[in-house]
Every structure is written in C-alpha cells, then in structure tokens.
C-alpha cells in the first residue's frame, strides 16, 4: 500500500538552528500538507501546498516556517530559526484529486519528532 | 474559530465490550467528517462522512452523522486489545486547503 515517508524520525537542535524535515508524498497525490501535534495536545494544520504555492497557511506558520518542492517527489518543512516550543511531532500528509466515485482522504506519514534544547 | 470537541477524554474497558465515542464540532464550513486511529505515530483513517443518517462499517466499527446537531459517533463492537489507541476526529472545511480541524482525542485502553 503507497505511503508517505518522513525523515527523520527524530530530529534534536540546538534552540536558534535551522530545521528541514522531509516528506515524500504518496507519488500520484497533488495536495501536501503538514501538521504538527505538541505532546498531548491536538495536531494541528499549519500549512497545505497545491500546485507549487501554498494554498492555506494557519496562524503558527509564521515567517519563521516555509515549504517546498525542489524537485518533483519532496516536499520539504524548513524552520528558520526553532524555537523550544517548536518542539512537537510533525506530521506530513498527502491526499490525491477528489475522484466523482469517492473522495480522496489524507494519507499521513509516520511523523518527524523535532525536539528543541 | 472552528472547534471540534471529543469525548470522552480517555476510556478503560475489558475484552469483549462496546463503546462509543462521540464527537461533536462547531464550523464555519463543512465538508466531511474523518475518524482516524493513532497508535503510536501516523493517524490511520477509519471513516469519512458527508451525509447524515448513512452508517459506515468496516469490521466491528462503525460510524454515523447528524449534521442537524453537528455530531458523530464511532462505535467499536467487541472490543479488543488491539483496539487501544487514540481515536481522533477531524472536520474537513472547503477552501484553499482543505484542512483538517482535529479534536483532542479519546484515549481508549481495552484490558484483558
């Protein structure tokens, strides 16, 4: 069954680092997204990427965050300059075109754990 | 703000019991309503509803909707160890991104 894969599994920086996480999204998906879930608390949307510009951004992705596909299979989360209370999961997801038969569901990866010192 | 509301918050049952766990949300604009299962990383889905009234099953789960009193509930029949995770409940609102507005969960803990 196709899956997203994130790297790493688990990332530790030092506070003021800059942070790139990787995802490679299921290969026919077109809609990306990443979320992220501080522990114990819900996951959350940050930001969601459709035809190589970001389509929908919450109010934590800030200039500190920024996304992109440098080549046609990754898409990448980079954190500027982390903060300790960027220190969460970060999920990646994906989903395909709604079909007319169904619709597509988000497909997320196993997660990247990004802890801040 | 959209809001998506679970409970209970955590639940302990034994081998061999039914549970239902609800959801209830508050949106500016719905599309559909996910459950997923969390075990230890990636949320696996479950179930997506758009309308009201229709049950989905798959197994011993199932799922319905009431879009009149904006909730859900996902139901496990004879449960089983394997069944303990966090059950999380996400709307989907239309626009740009399509994003997902998750609740905090329900624990669930079945016991031998």
């Known amino acids: 069954e196709p899956e997203v894969t994130q790297t790493p599994s688990h990332q530790v920086t030092q506070m003021g680092q800059e942070v790139i996480l990787r995802c490679v999204p299921i290969s026919n998906h077109l809609y990306f997204y990443w979320y992220r879930q501080i522990l114990g608390q819900k996951v959350e949307f940050l930001v969601s990427f459709y035809n190589n510009e970001i389509s929908e951004k919450s109010e934590i992705f800030d200039d500190q965050f920024s996304v992109e596909r440098p080549d046609g299979s990754n898409f990448t989360l980079k954190i500027r300059s982390t903060k300790l209370e960027d220190s969460a999961m970060y999920f990646c997801a994906s989903r395909g075109r709604r079909a007319s038969s169904g619709a597509n569901v988000l497909t997320f990866g196993a997660g990247s754990r990004l802890t801040v010192l | 703000e959209d809001k998506v509301v679970q409970s209970p918050l955590s639940l302990v049952v034994h081998e061999g019991d039914t549970v239902t766990l609800n959801c209830s949300y508050e949106v500016t604009n719905f599309r559909s309503l996910l459950w997923y299962k969390q075990e230890k990383k990636a949320p696996t889905f479950l179930f997506m509803l758009?309308?009201?009234?229709i049950e989905k099953k798959s197994g011993r789960l199932s799922s319905i909707l009431d879009k009149k009193e904006l909730f859900s509930i996902l139901n496990i029949t004879a449960t089983q160890t394997g069944d303990s995770a966090i059950y999380l409940c996400?709307?989907?609102?239309?626009?740009?991104?399509?994003?997902?507005?998750f609740g905090t969960g329900t624990q669930l803990k079945v016991e031998l």
């Open positions: 758009t309308s009201s009234g």
């Open positions: 996400a709307v989907e609102s239309p626009g740009g991104g399509n994003k997902l507005t």
